[in-house]
């Protein structure tokens, strides 16, 4: 959700920042801007839209200088527009600023900075927080970044912001609090950014900003200090994204891309952490709680949108194998109905980006009552995994396309990883099993991939349903979670409306929506609710419903009856998530294409939810 660019150095600043802002575009926006400075003068530029169309906005204008600041935002005070568009300015035009997050308390500070006599020029928070720091610095008669941590220690709410001095064109102010900002190291030369994306082909070297922290950048200098005024010793990290993972390699989409990119994606996350021939699990990001682990009294899981699916199969896994009980909660809600939380708790927080916002307050909430938290998280270096206890990366890189697909699966791998770790801790399978078990999840890649053979097919399939208005996913036992996230891919790139229900719930309800023009997708596998799910499909099927199942190899009784039907390999039912998935991805995906939508970037979502 939003997204910041920034240099200073020896290059051109321009082509590093636009370029930056496209590779930021994947986190949703609605608009973008530049600030810009050099031996003549100052210019910003800034247009509601694409990237592209600020770069068209911009053509034959004067795009010159070493430093300058960049921004992709997405609307939260005021509507996409060219004047809310960032950067802002101070009253007295000489300070710029970029801001992801959000002020809480803004309508309080800009009433009393419009008493001082402040006039603003657009609808955000953002431009009340650089009027802000004008006021404190001219009131206080202090250097900048005085004014800025003085600032900030009024400010409630989130944020990452950067600022530009047309008077000191030799020096950038970043600050950071609850969304994320890392500054790349170079020789002569620092870049920053929301994350790693923008600035990986220039620098291997990174600080990841932590809450509370403000930075002061120079071409020759880094100096951070906590929101206290002390000074803080950065920690370098060696960055391990590589360019070539944020391209699309061939593809049509990003999004299309990461779909077929799951067999390796996943054996990637199962890497150095199964060992099916021995018949173990290792997981060394909590093994200092394996004791622990032992004698859990139960499991939280927190998540929001597709991580909570991915939690709802966890749920089933862990509560099957390990036999502890699991509640898995929207992070949203969590936070503010008073959950009961013990000690002898366990929370697994689940988040792909590790900076979703409601996630890392429930996080906040479980700590203070004690319970033992773990994450689970893609992005190394975020901000969930350095305020968890302990957790495991799902190591599947970076998932450019919004509508998430690689993360899932590689959420569900890690938390069926976390139930048979549990089990093994609590020595409640036997070895047989536990072997036979890990054996069929390690082939689970090689099945996917003969599923992404049938593409055409599916295509097939999303060029007869293209034009529904409504749709609905059915599914039963670890099918139901699969029929969510279904539903879920469809209506965020498509903008069908579909919903995902427990077949069982359909006579709740749902059925009375059921017509000729009403398609209805079954996870249908052979397993222990397959007669039930028949059952169902009947009862769609009388009602002139068209049927898409997702059926078993060599089902031959669901083929008769199904309008269209797509084979997966069997698998253990546990593992069902992992497989059945991929094909609605696909489904979901190709209609997306067909309707003409905007697959890797979809109208009003961001990739990252870093506000409430």
């Not at 067999?263 to 093994?287: A, H, N, Q, W």
Request: proline share 4%; charged share 25%; aromatic share 8%.
């Amino acid at each position: 959700m939003c997204g910041i660019v920034g240099y200073i150095g020896y290059r051109d600043a321009w082509p590093i920042v636009i370029k930056g802002l496209n590779r930021l575009e994947y986190r949703g926006y609605d608009s973008a801007g530049i600030a810009i400075i050099n031996n003549f003068g100052f210019n910003v530029y800034k247009k509601a839209g694409k990237v592209t169309a600020l770069e068209h906005f911009a053509e034959g204008k004067d795009k010159s200088g070493k430093i300058a600041i960049g921004h992709t935002r997405w609307a939260t005070h005021g509507q996409p527009s060219d004047y809310n568009s960032h950067p802002h300015s101070s009253n007295d035009k000489r300070l710029h600023i970029i801001h992801n997050g959000i002020v809480e308390n803004y309508a309080t500070i800009k009433e009393d900075l419009l008493s001082r006599g402040h006039q603003f020029d657009s609808d955000t928070d953002t431009e009340v927080l650089i009027h802000l720091i004008e006021e404190i610095q001219n009131i206080a008669q202090t250097d900048l970044v005085e004014a800025v941590r003085l600032a900030l220690n009024e400010v409630i709410g989130a944020y990452a912001i950067v600022i530009l001095d047309r008077e000191n064109p030799n020096q950038l102010i970043a600050a950071r609090k609850g969304s994320p900002l890392v500054i790349g190291v170079g020789v002569g030369e620092y870049f920053i950014a929301s994350d790693a994306t923008p600035i990986v082909e220039y620098v291997k070297k990174v600080i990841y900003l932590k809450d509370n922290e403000i930075a002061l950048i120079t071409r020759s200098r880094l100096l951070i200090k906590h929101l206290d005024n002390v000074v803080q010793t950065p920690l370098i990290q060696e960055l391990e994204l590589k360019l070539e993972e944020l391209e699309k390699g061939g593809f049509e989409h990003f999004m299309l891309k990461e779909i077929f990119e799951q067999p390796r994606s996943l054996t990637d996350c199962m890497r150095g952490r199964l060992y099916p021939k021995e018949g173990k699990v290792e997981l060394g990001g909590i093994k200092q709680y394996a004791e622990k682990l032992k004698n859990i009294d139960r499991i939280i899981i927190v998540a929001c949108g597709t991580s909570w699916h991915a939690g709802l199969a966890g749920e089933y896994l862990i509560e099957e194998f390990a036999q502890v009980p699991v509640e898995v909660e929207y992070a949203s809600e969590f936070r503010y109905r008073h959950p009961i939380i013990n000690k002898g708790d366990l929370i697994i927080a689940i988040s792909q980006s590790g900076e979703t916002a409601d996630t890392m307050a429930a996080i906040e909430i479980a700590k203070e009552k004690g319970a033992t938290i773990f994450g689970i998280c893609n992005v190394v270096g975020a901000s969930i995994p350095r305020i968890t206890h302990a957790g495991v990366y799902t190591h599947v890189g970076p998932e450019i396309g919004v509508a998430s697909t690689k993360a899932f699966t590689a959420q569900v791998t890690v938390l069926t990883l976390i139930a048979f770790y549990i089990a093994q801790q609590k020595g409640i399978l036997k070895p047989t099993e536990l072997t036979g078990l890990l054996t069929e999840l390690n082939n689970i890649p090689d099945k996917i991939q003969r599923v992404l053979a049938k593409n055409e097919l599916i295509k097939d399939i999303a060029f007869q349903i293209k034009d529904a208005k409504n749709c609905l996913f059915l599914g039963r036992g670890s099918g139901f979670p699969v029929a969510l996230e279904g539903a879920l891919k469809l209506k965020e790139i498509s903008y069908i409306h579909a919903e995902g229900y427990p077949a069982a719930e359909m006579k709740h309800g749902p059925i009375a929506l059921i017509d000729e023009e009403m398609p209805v997708v079954f996870i249908a596998t052979k397993n222990s609710s397959y007669e039930k799910v028949v059952s169902n499909i009947q009862e769609v099927k009388a009602r002139k419903g068209k049927i898409i199942a997702i059926v078993t190899e060599g089902d031959t009784q669901l083929k008769e009856m199904a309008d269209y039907y797509i084979e997966i390999p069997d698998t253990d039912e546990a593992f069902l998530p992992l497989i059945a998935t991929v094909p609605l991805q696909l489904l979901a995906y190709h209609i997306a294409v067909m309707r003409g939508c905007n697959v890797d970037q979809p109208r009003n979502l961001a990739k990252s939810v870093t506000v409430e």
